[in-house]
Each structure stands twice: as C-alpha cells, then as structure tokens.
C-alpha cells in the first residue's frame, strides 16, 4: 500500500505541476488534459478541455498529484477541500476493504470500479470530512 497526495485546482493545475517540478525536479510520470479522455466521458466544455485531467510527479518515494476542475463533474474545489488522500492497494479486496471503513458515516463520491485507465477507483469523503481516493492498479491504461 502507497499513500500519496491528490491536489484538486479551479483551472491552474498546470502551472502548479509546473512549479512544483522547478522544485523537486523529475519528469511527469502521467499528464492528460480532459480532451485525452474517453468517448464515453460525460462531455466536458469546450473552454474546459484543455486543463489537466490528471498529472503524476514522483517526489521521492511518493507521487504528488493533481487535476482541474470541470463544471462536468460538479462544483469546483474550495480551499480546505481541495485535496484528497490517495491509497493505492495491493488489491481489489484491499480496495473494498479500505473504502467500506472510510465511507461509513462518510458520503461516497463513487463506489470503487474498473476504469477506464487500468484501475479500480472509488472516491468518498469521511465522517471527518477528509477525501479519500482509493485505488488499485489492474493494468495499463
């Protein structure tokens, strides 16, 4: 099991990304804006679909993370909430086992399943109102 940081951003995730790789140095593991996403993907804007969907940087033996927001996907992110705690398990059960503890007495954003870049993923927020985004890797993307 990995912990990591996932950064959540209005529209500036980019130049974040960029900043924060001027300081820990290292290259991009994974950058993909919203018009690199799949067909199926509830459409986003126009305007929007050149931010960041999703970026990697390994600082370290973790990764830092982030991505914009999109008003396709709900509200945009507040200060205090934008962040989430990542948890890459070991496995699938490890992942439903994780996830049933946290979001009890919590809110589920999205029950874990397989998606679309290799992995089964499930996002909630606790009872304590800290995210969490729970992840194993199936395959390649």
């Known amino acids: 099991m990995q912990l990591n940081t996932y950064l ?9 990304f960029e900043f924060y790789r001027s300081i820990f140095g290292g290259e991009f593991s994974f950058l993909v804006t919203f018009a690199d996403g799949p067909e ?19 600082v370290g ?15 945009p992110p507040n200060l205090g909430n934008n962040y989430s705690i990542s948890i890459d ?5 490890e992942t439903d086992r994780l996830f049933a503890g946290l979001s009890h007495g919590g809110n589920v954003a999205m029950e874990p399943q397989d998606m679309f870049w290799g992995a089964y993923f499930g996002m909630c927020t606790d009872k304590f109102g800290v995210n969490w985004m729970l992840s194993h ?4 993307g």
């Open 89 to 93: 398990a070991d496995s699938r059960d």
């Open 61 to 75: 033996d973790g990764v830092l993370m982030g991505s914009d927001h999109t008003s396709a996907f709900g509200p």
């Open 8 to 16: 959540h951003f209005e529209d500036d995730c980019r130049e974040a």
């Open 137 to 140: 890797e199936t395959s390649e």
């Open 40 to 58: 199926d993907m509830p459409p986003v804007p126009e305007d929007e679909r050149g931010r960041i969907m999703h970026v990697s940087l390994p």
